[in-house]
């Protein structure tokens, strides 16, 4: 199928492209495995100045890999050159957090790379560009990101809770004896951390409400998936790369091509208040997609419990968003 019917190319950008999870994001991205077999890609790759010498060995196994959708491949440190007419972005270079570090740490070093950033996309990137930002803290990274918009929609400016969504998917799929891509209606509400609320109270295993007992829920369920990351680098001793990747990679294709019928995600985007979420915090919501635009699901029922986790991880990130107000002028 390949050359048929080929759409001219499209430009992704993707920051910190030299790390860990640029290594492993990037080549499926140039295999056509993101947005599809008949969607040409030029690759721009973006790193710090002292990690060109790497991203140029990344740039030169592309090449090698003779990627028949690669139509070219910018690697540079000048983010003028690194966005400019780009389509699709994802943001993850930012430093990752080690053991005994919260994702919140991170703020004040990886915040400054944001407002930075959001100048350029603003001044050079396609004005369709979509965003995801992948780097921590993610939802309010995005939020001082956004705050350098001036002129492309808010909501074309998003961060990932795929793979918190991809998680609680495994967790519940094997608690239920099914294939994970048996579980539907499930989502992710809040912050990419500690306090996100994986809500699964219209759960669906093979089409039929599915329901797990309360106290699993509670006392397993909910903490594994806010501890997931948190588990991988006790075990690692590096935080998450490919599955981090690999939801990157999801977020973008469903927002591209849509949600399937009867089925949500999770994508940390823009409130519009819904829910009671504050006006403007990136909040992960279940939303469908659909032509390249999503909706937040409306009306679904919280209860007393699901309300007292959103309350934690509305105020939560409230405190990030007072925590960067000087970035926010
Ligand atoms: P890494 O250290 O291996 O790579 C990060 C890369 O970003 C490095 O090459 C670094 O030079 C580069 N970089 C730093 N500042 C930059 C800037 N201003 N412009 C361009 N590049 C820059 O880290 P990693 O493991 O690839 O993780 C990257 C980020 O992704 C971390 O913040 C991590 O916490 C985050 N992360 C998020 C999720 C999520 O679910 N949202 C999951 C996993 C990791
Ligand atoms: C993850 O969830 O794996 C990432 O956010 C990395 C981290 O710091 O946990």
New binding site residues.
């Given amino acids: 199928h390949f050359g048929q019917s080929l759409k001219p190319p499209v430009r992704v950008a993707i920051t910190g492209a030299a790390g860990q999870i640029g290594y492993s994001l990037i080549f499926r991205v140039a295999s056509g495995e993101m947005l599809g077999p008949n969607q040409p890609v030029i690759l721009h790759l973006i790193d710090l100045p002292f990690a060109m010498t790497a991203l140029n060995g990344v740039a030169m196994e592309i090449q090698d890999c003779a990627f028949p959708l690669v139509q070219g491949i910018v690697a540079t440190d000048n983010q003028t050159v690194g966005f400019k007419d780009v389509n699709y972005a994802l943001l993850v270079g930012a430093k990752?957090?080690g053991p005994g570090m919260e994702?919140g740490d991170l703020l004040k070093d990886n915040g400054k790379i944001f407002t930075e950033t959001g100048k350029y996309v603003n001044d050079h990137a396609s004005r369709d560009i979509k965003v995801v930002v992948v780097g921590?803290p993610c939802n309010t990274n995005c939020l001082i990101l956004a705050n350098q918009i001036k002129d492309i929609p808010k909501e074309n400016f998003t961060a990932m809770t795929r793979?918190d969504h991809n998680r609680a998917q495994h967790q519940l799929a094997d608690k239920l004896g099914v294939h994970s891509s048996d579980i539907r209606k499930i989502a992710i509400f809040g912050n990419?951390s500690p306090t996100m609320v994986p809500y699964i109270d219209q759960m669906t295993a093979k089409n039929h409400k599915a329901t797990v007992d309360q106290q699993w829920v509670t006392q397993t369920f909910i903490p594994t998936v806010q501890q997931?990351?948190?588990e991988?680098?006790k075990a690692r001793k590096l935080?998450?790369a490919a599955s981090?990747g690999n939801a990157a990679m999801n977020h973008i294709t469903t927002w591209v091509n849509g949600t399937p019928e009867g089925d949500y995600t999770s994508m940390a985007i823009p409130s519009d208040g819904s829910y009671g979420v504050p006006k403007g915090l990136i909040f992960s919501f279940p939303v469908t997609v659909k032509n390249g635009k999503y909706s937040i699901v409306q009306g679904l029922p919280i209860s007393p419990f699901y309300q007292g986790l959103l309350d934690k991880t509305i105020k939560e990130l409230v405190d990030e968003r007072n925590a960067v107000d000087h970035l926010l002028k």
């Fill in positions: 990752p957090r994702r921590n793979l990419h997931r990351g948190a991988i680098i935080s998450s981090a």
